[in-house]
């Protein structure tokens, strides 16, 4: 049975979703969508289990100081955002005791200095965004936008702030352009890619396109100054309308870069923001003019090459071969071909054996995806003779014999580990300084995403000096 509505609760805290966690007078925690810390509300159960609550609030005795009016008309519905009603000092602060408290309680691990905060933007920043499309007659025809917030439906989206204001702006322009076509209810997501020149739209098609639509295309990009792309199948078989359009760019004006990409490529989603932290990874992990540099999970070379006007030689080794088909030609671009290698490997499935068939590297950086690299970690703690040999995870049986210390293997003295997920960080941390030997010098929270619970993440790792070789 639910509980009465009149019951009143004080929240005591933001879970990972941004919902407010209060608990009843019996322990059973009630998750509050909309709620904030320091407030007393009644709520309305929405859902019961044995253990826990989710709930919506019906009044408010009191209102947390952190709280703000939401900018965005659809906020509460649309399912983009989560935290436009927090003041933005406050979702900082919260992306960063998330942070500290994962290292805390899932590494038992503090950072011995707490880095500033990086922020950027706090509007108008997503310049990717995969927008859904659906053909909803009761609603009056075609919508584009995001998800409902927990829901598959598509939210009737009529602007967003969060996007930049010329791709705000095309939000109903899209939805009569898509409703004029042959094939509405076929055309299910349009993926935004903007680079520092251009806008690229990704149409995805499940059925071919008639000469009338593409001119409907064509007189659509040339109205509103973007580029558009099919994609039939899978990522890769994205191609431009337009044979000879040149593809997107952004640029890192501190390494005198330019990287191009294909619009269906991973890319940061805050141009400003990845600036900063590119900046703030190179001064962390300083690499000098004649070390060698190992660039993990390296994707289009992000890092690998403002890596390479600082250093002598650095490897980028990542998952994706067309990924670094770009990131080469973008090296060879820029003048530095002879300072780079590019590899393709999984380095989910990494080994002691494989660390060692690469050579010695005085420096790492290491990017991972949400599941973190605990493979990579765990090889590392093996090639340096440390660890459990035997647990199996990270080195093949042949490594077990062979990763004692003295096979000439040298560990890199600095490691800077850029996440998008604090979990995994902190679970590989445990791994790097219990068993390898490093301490964690800093860590810090990176506002990749504001007015999301998103939290991007750096940290900077240093081999103990005092633990043998």
């Not at 998750?31 to 609030?57: C, N, Y």
């Not at 997503?126 to 917030?149: D, Q, Y």
């Not at 109903?172 to 055309?187: A, M, Q, T």
């Not at 068993?435 to 790792?461: D, W």
């Amino acid at each position: 049975m639910l509980a009465a509505e009149s019951e009143w609760l004080r929240v005591e805290s933001l879970d990972l979703d941004a919902r407010g966690v209060a608990h009843r007078a019996d322990g059973k925690v009630v998750f509050i969508g909309g709620a904030l810390p320091g407030e007393r509300v009644r709520v309305r159960v929405l859902r019961s289990k044995p253990k826990w609550e989710q709930a919506e609030v019906l009044e408010w005795a009191t209102t947390a100081a952190t709280r703000v009016q939401p900018r965005c008309e659809h906020f509460g519905v649309c399912g983009g955002c989560s935290m436009q009603h927090v003041d933005l000092r406050a979702q900082i602060a919260f992306k960063q005791r998330t942070l500290e408290d994962d290292l805390s309680h899932l590494a038992q691990l503090r950072p011995e200095v707490v880095l500033r905060p990086l922020a950027g933007p706090d509007w108008g920043y997503r310049r990717r965004a995969r927008l859904t499309v659906r053909l909803v007659p009761k609603k009056g025809g075609v919508l584009v936008g995001f998800h409902e917030r927990g829901s598959s439906y598509v939210a009737d989206m009529r602007s967003c702030q969060v996007l930049p204001p010329e791709v705000s702006a095309l939000l109903l322009p899209l939805r009569e352009l898509i409703g004029s076509l042959s094939c509405p209810d076929r055309l299910p997501q349009i993926e935004l890619a903007m680079g520092d020149d251009a806008m690229v739209l990704v149409l995805r098609n499940l059925q071919a396109l008639t000469d009338d639509d593409l001119g409907r295309l064509r007189g659509f990009a040339a109205q509103h100054r973007v580029q558009w792309w099919l994609q039939p199948g899978g990522p890769l078989t994205a191609a431009p309308l337009e044979p000879d359009a040149a593809l997107p760019a952004y640029e890192l004006p501190e390494f005198g870069l330019r990287m191009p990409f294909r619009p269906t490529d991973f890319t940061q989603v805050n141009h400003a923001v990845n600036r900063a932290l590119v900046s703030r990874a190179l001064r962390l992990l300083a690499p000098r003019a004649h070390e060698r540099v190992a660039d993990w999970f390296c994707g289009l070379g992000n890092f690998t090459l403002p890596l390479a006007t600082r250093s002598a030689f650095v490897l980028g080794v990542e998952g994706s071969e067309s990924l670094l088909q770009r990131a080469s030609a973008n090296a060879q671009a820029c003048g530095l071909g002879a300072r780079v290698r590019f590899e393709v490997s999984n380095l989910f499935e990494i080994d002691a054996g494989d660390l060692r068939a690469r050579g010695n590297f005085d420096k790492w950086l290491i990017d991972p995806p949400r599941e973190g690299a605990l493979a990579l970690c765990k090889a590392l703690v093996h090639a340096m003779g440390r660890g459990d040999a035997a647990d199996g995870e990270g080195v093949g049986p042949a490594d077990a014999v062979s990763a004692a210390p003295g096979q000439g293997f040298r560990a890199p003295s600095r490691i800077v580990y850029v996440s998008c997920n604090p979990a995994t960080l902190a679970r590989d941390a445990g791994v790097l300084v219990h068993q390898g030997g490093y301490k964690l010098r800093a860590a810090g929270v990176v506002n990749m995403f504001p007015h999301t619970s998103h939290v991007e993440s750096i940290a900077v790792f240093e081999l103990d000096p005092s633990h043998d070789a």
